[in-house]
């Protein structure tokens, strides 16, 4: 069956009889995990098994947000703990080529942990620059304060993450580091001038434009269009993402839940998609807002179909390592991290 195009949660660690008939009817793209869906490793992967085998495809992708540090749905005691993106940031300040190991080789160990579980999209690179004054939702998540910085560790995070045979997600295009809000709870207006954001905000994403996914931000930015966030703006897709920063990858949505978007979950997805989103992401795992997204979302086609395809074709099988001296080196590299800080 041909899927449909969004990316659902769901409520715990097994999958229900009635999500079951939701997956089977609707045929969501993918499926996203949270903390209220891991228990153990033999748990998720029995999870991530039946969702795949419940939709009849077996390269469904399964996402999950393991970026370290307060982002990190897997963790101890089953899984190891990770540092944050500005960690990272701080042993490059110190060493260039440390930091840039330190962030693939971060990368690829939880690309490890994920395929171990049967779990193969991971929504990292963050790719924000925040600036002064900015709301913390970003905070230490961000590699740096400067484009080159941020790309350059961004990169590498996202080299580790695909070597271990996970696609990585660049998130949050054109960039989440500027707003004084955060879009869980409201929407962030962004006044900068165009110059100054293409110079800024967007240049991070520049160099990473190859990437084979990306999430979008719930941010409006008012000198290109002052009412819709770049979600739901077909100005700030067409002509920022994909023309300007050059992205041609799948392109899916922040979570519609998110309070920073406006209207009934439908009147949301519609818009995103509207907009240039190839599929639309839905977290909560709370049956009735999935169906309002599901009812909404069109079976993949034309480009969306082409770029979803081409997504889940760049996946490689994990290239061969060590993990025991891999979390060694990593340890130790992370330990002059602390060091410099």
């Not at 769901?10 to 045929?27: K, M, N, S, Y």
């Not at 085998?53 to 996402?63: E, G, H, K, S, T």
């Not at 839940?257 to 190839?278: F, I, K, Q």
């Not at 909404?296 to 061969?320: C, I, N, T, V």
Request: aromatic letters at 6%; one cysteine or more.
């Amino acid at each position: 069956m041909q899927a449909r195009a969004f990316i659902t949660g769901l409520a715990g660690t097994a999958i229900t009889p009635e999500e079951r008939a939701f997956f089977q009817e609707f045929q969501p793209w993918g499926l996203i995990l949270f903390k209220r869906n891991i228990d153990t490793a033999a748990q998720v992967f029995a999870l991530t098994t039946a969702f795949r085998d419940i939709v009849n495809r077996p390269d469904a992708p399964v996402l999950i947000d393991q970026e370290g540090g307060r982002v990190q749905r897997m963790g101890p005691p089953h899984w190891p703990s990770y540092p944050p993106g500005a960690a990272y940031g701080r042993l490059y300040d110190r060493d260039r080529l440390k930091g840039l190991a330190a962030a693939g080789l971060g990368g690829r160990l939880i690309a490890a942990d994920l395929i171990a579980v049967g779990i193969t999209v991971d929504c990292l690179p963050v790719a924000d620059v925040p600036v002064a004054g900015a709301d913390a939702v970003i905070g230490d998540r961000a590699y740096g304060d400067t484009p080159e910085k941020v790309a350059a560790l961004a990169g590498a995070a996202a080299e580790g993450l695909a070597a271990g045979g996970v696609l990585p997600v660049l998130k949050h295009i054109p960039g989440h580091g500027r707003a004084t809000a955060d879009s869980h709870a409201a929407l962030p207006v962004v006044d900068a001038a165009d110059a100054e954001l293409d110079a800024h905000d967007f240049a991070a994403f520049r160099p990473l434009a190859g990437l084979p996914m990306a999430m979008t931000a719930h941010v409006v930015f008012s000198a290109i269009d002052p009412v819709a966030p770049a979600t739901t703006s077909v100005k700030m897709i067409q002509k920022v993402i994909r023309e300007r920063i050059g992205f041609q990858g799948l392109l899916m949505s922040d979570d519609v839940s998110m309070n920073a978007l406006s209207g009934t979950l439908a009147e949301r997805t519609r818009a995103a998609l509207a907009a240039g989103c190839d599929v639309a992401l839905h977290c909560n795992g709370q049956m009735d807002e999935m169906r309002q997204v599901a009812a909404e979302s069109p079976q993949l086609a034309g480009k969306a179909a082409e770029r979803a395809a081409a997504a889940l074709a760049a996946r490689k099988g994990p290239q061969d390592i060590d993990l025991g001296t891999a979390r060694e080196q990593f340890a130790a590299l992370m330990a002059e991290a602390v060091v410099t800080s």
